[in-house]
């Protein structure tokens, strides 16, 4: 397996615009998680998916923000209208509860916003 | 709720060993997990105990728990430049909340 996929690799926009990111998470995993990474407030979990359901959304900055995961392997993480404090590494994860029940990260979307 | 806490920075010789440190506070964890950041790149899983173990060794790494204190270490024998990296420790409980520690970043100096 590829492992999670995610794009753009880097994002630059300005200020007001709409950013889509996107992840595909690995083969067969139920869950799916959206991280931020930032140097003031470290890995923030936003939102995570079991069987495409979102379950806890809790972590969502506010209502500019939103997600979908429309099958099993796609997931997106939509900011409309996007603004500097946005500026972060988002990362995606995937896991299942076989095994460790680990997550399994992507290689992350880096936005900067202008 | 769940915390988990690490030191933030950790210089060691390279040949030495690093002890990197971290504290929880979920007395429900089933799994405690390392993982590490490479500049650029995600966070990738090194290796991970299961709550109702106390030690882990997996050649250079060695994980010790705690469980009683809420204590969990990664020991890094012989360390090398190539492990100078972000280390996050973190702790899941029987659904799937994941909490991640603040990472340690530990230097490895010629």
């Known amino acids: 397996d590829a492992g999670v996929i995610q794009s753009p690799r880097h994002e630059v926009t300005e200020m007001g615009q709409e950013v889509t990111l996107r992840c595909k998470p690995i083969s067969g995993h139920d869950y799916l998680f959206w991280y931020r990474q930032t140097m003031m407030r470290g890995l923030e979990l936003l939102i995570y998916?079991?069987?495409?359901?979102?379950?806890?959304d809790s972590g969502m900055p506010e209502d500019r923000f939103s997600a979908k995961m429309p099958n099993a392997s796609f997931s997106t993480l939509k900011i409309q209208p996007s603004e500097p404090r946005d500026s972060a590494v988002y990362f995606c994860?995937?896991?299942?509860?076989?095994?460790?029940?680990?997550?399994?990260f992507g290689p992350g979307t880096r936005l900067l916003v202008l | 709720g769940e915390d988990v806490e690490q030191s933030l920075f950790l210089s060691v010789r390279e040949g030495d060993s690093s002890v990197i440190n971290c504290t929880y506070t979920?007395?429900?964890?089933?799994?405690l997990y390392w993982y590490k950041q490479e500049p650029g790149a995600g966070l990738q899983l090194l290796t991970y105990i299961f709550s109702n173990m106390d030690m882990k060794q997996d050649q250079r790494l060695t994980v010790l728990l705690n469980k009683k204190d809420k204590h969990l270490s990664l020991r890094i024998a012989d360390t090398q430049t190539g492990d100078s990296a972000i280390y996050f420790c973190?702790?899941?409980?029987?659904?799937?909340?994941?909490?991640f520690g603040p990472g340690t970043r530990l230097s490895v100096l010629p």
């Open positions: 994860a995937s896991s299942d509860l076989a095994g460790v029940e680990t997550q399994y």
């Open positions: 998916f079991n069987n495409n359901v979102p379950i806890d």
């Open positions: 973190a702790e899941k409980d029987y659904g799937q909340n994941f909490v």
């Open positions: 979920d007395s429900s964890s089933t799994y």
